[in-house]
């Protein structure tokens, strides 16, 4: 099956504690994207990237990091720095480099809480 | 920055009958326009798509609108059914990414 695959489905995080979610995609995808969701919220854009070795900040990229070193692969890491990460977390890729003309693909997300 | 919003924050239809979710848009620049259904816990799912070059496009049961004069997109839903329950987003080209707005909770009564 082609998609995208999130890992884990539920995390939990300490404080102070630095943890890492997990996205792979098997769709040839040049473009990938990660996204926050609080509850009774939209979508908002954390970090994209438009190919293998290049990322950008999306519009709430504090207290967040990622890499892009495999076209298949975009993990993002909640540094200790994000205060507020109990959030459901959504990766997402899109075929074109000009990715705001294109659908996004959607894994099934990573519900991250703090303990 | 630029809002991608929504009218109704909820909708309740019953079964059979036919769902429109409404969403304003403010950039007028926007040229691509896209309709998403997610349902608890999962990730979102595409539905259908429209560029600015159109003003109506249709799939499988949804119809989107695009009314480029007043800023408006809609998702028409024919024959709702229990399985439409989900919360709908629409989203608009952000200049670099989809932005998204908040989502309208369809529930579908019997």
């Known amino acids: 099956d082609g998609g995208i695959t999130q890992s884990p489905k539920y995390l939990f995080r300490k404080e102070g504690q630095n943890v890492t979610l997990s996205c792979e995609q098997n769709l040839n995808h040049d473009a990938m994207y990660w996204y926050r969701q609080d509850p009774g919220q939209g979508l908002r854009l954390i970090y994209y990237?438009?190919?293998?070795?290049?990322?950008q900040k999306g519009d709430i990229a504090e207290g967040y990091s990622v890499s892009r070193e495999k076209k298949e692969s975009f993990p993002l890491t909640v540094t200790s720095a994000q205060k507020n990460p109990t959030a459901f977390y959504l990766c997402?890729?899109?075929?074109?480099?000009?990715?705001?003309?294109?659908?996004?693909?959607f894994g099934s997300g990573t519900q991250l809480s703090v303990l | 920055g630029e809002n991608v919003g929504l009218h109704l924050p909820t909708l309740s239809v019953q079964e059979g009958d036919n769902s429109i979710i409404n969403c304003a848009y403010s950039?007028?620049?926007?040229?691509?326009f896209i309709w998403y259904k997610q349902e608890s816990g999962k990730g979102p799912q595409f539905i259908i798509d429209i560029r600015s070059n159109m003003d109506k496009r249709q799939g499988q049961r949804v119809t989107v609108l695009l009314n480029k004069t007043v800023k408006h997109l809609s998702l028409q839903i024919a024959a709702t059914q229990p399985g439409d329950s989900a919360v709908y987003f629409c989203?608009?080209?952000?200049?670099?990414?989809?932005?998204f707005g908040k989502g309208t909770s369809l529930l579908v009564t019997p």
């Open positions: 990237s438009q190919i293998v070795n290049d990322f």
């Open positions: 989203a608009e080209n952000g200049g670099y990414a989809l932005n």
């Open positions: 997402a890729s899109s075929i074109a480099v000009r990715a705001a003309e294109e659908k996004l693909f």
């Open positions: 950039n007028s620049a926007s040229d691509y």
